[in-house]
């Protein structure tokens, strides 16, 4: 069982930059990839990233990508959310998640994080 914890969320303006951080610990280290998800208020749960974290291989969702950058540091355990360009419909509370599997990009996360908020202003 991993835990992580988010944080670097906060408040923002149109067209500016955020970095959200993910802490990783925990007894057990199977946590093969880390993804970040977010949910607005009234809407289900988004997938936005995923990073390997052997191997440092990522995927996007299509709504994030060219904008979003994931990464990792594996020396300290952590996953980082580089988000540009934000845009108000971004507002939402950003997720960090954990798998063993290395099956899907998308799926199959055990392990998550309380969230950390984001909002966007106009």
């Known amino acids: 069982q991993v835990r992580l914890v988010e944080s670097g969320g906060g408040l923002v303006q149109a067209g500016g930059s955020l970095r959200v951080s993910c802490a990783a610990s925990g007894r057990t280290v199977r946590r093969n990839k880390m993804g970040w998800f977010r949910q607005a208020p009234g809407q289900e749960r988004e997938f936005l990233a995923a990073?390997?974290?052997?191997?440092?291989?990522?995927y996007y969702g299509d709504s994030v990508k060219g904008r979003f950058t994931i990464s990792r540091d594996n020396a300290k355990n952590t996953v980082y959310l580089q988000m540009n360009s934000l845009k108000p419909e971004d507002t939402a509370i950003y997720y960090c998640?954990?798998?063993?599997?290395?099956?899907?990009?998308?799926?199959?996360?055990?392990?998550w994080g309380q969230g950390t908020q984001v909002t966007v202003s106009s």
């Open positions: 998640a954990a798998s063993q599997s290395t099956s899907y990009w998308t799926r199959d996360y055990d392990s």
């Open positions: 990073i390997s974290w052997s191997t440092g291989a990522t």
